[in-house]
């Protein structure tokens, strides 16, 4: 059973920076993928990031939304992701979830971590 821990959330003010970290527990496939999902309050849960998890391969890819100012990125030796947000704007503010599964860029998320909440503040 894979677990999934996120931290590194908090407030900011516009134009700031936050990094999330996600480690894993249990276990990574080696053909699996992680990413970052978030949830605004009254919106659905939307794809943010995801890093494929292979070992010749990192390949990421971004929501447009965050292309340019959010980078995904991996310590494999760790189990562990991150997300690092510069240049935040108020509209970035959700829960973020990171999450495991199948398919890359089309994340299938099969394990969800509990969330941590990113508030930008104008």
């Known amino acids: 059973q894979v677990q999934l821990v996120e931290s590194g959330g908090g407030l900011v003010q516009a134009g700031g920076s936050l990094r999330l970290s996600c480690t894993a527990s249990?276990?990574?496939?080696?053909?699996?993928?992680m990413g970052w999902f978030r949830q605004a309050p009254g919106k659905e849960r939307e794809f943010v990031a995801a890093i494929s998890w292979s070992w010749s391969s990192g390949n990421t890819y971004y929501a447009d939304s965050v292309k340019g100012r959010f980078t995904i990125s991996r310590d494999k030796a760790k189990n562990t992701v991150y997300l690092e947000m510069n240049s935040l704007k108020p509209e970035d503010t959700a829960v973020y979830y990171c999450?495991?599964?199948?398919?890359?860029?089309?994340?299938?998320?099969?394990?969800w971590g509990q969330g941590t909440q990113v508030t930008v503040s104008s």
């Open positions: 999450a495991t599964g199948r398919g890359f860029p089309s994340l299938i998320p099969d394990y």
């Open positions: 249990g276990g990574i496939f080696s053909s699996y993928a």
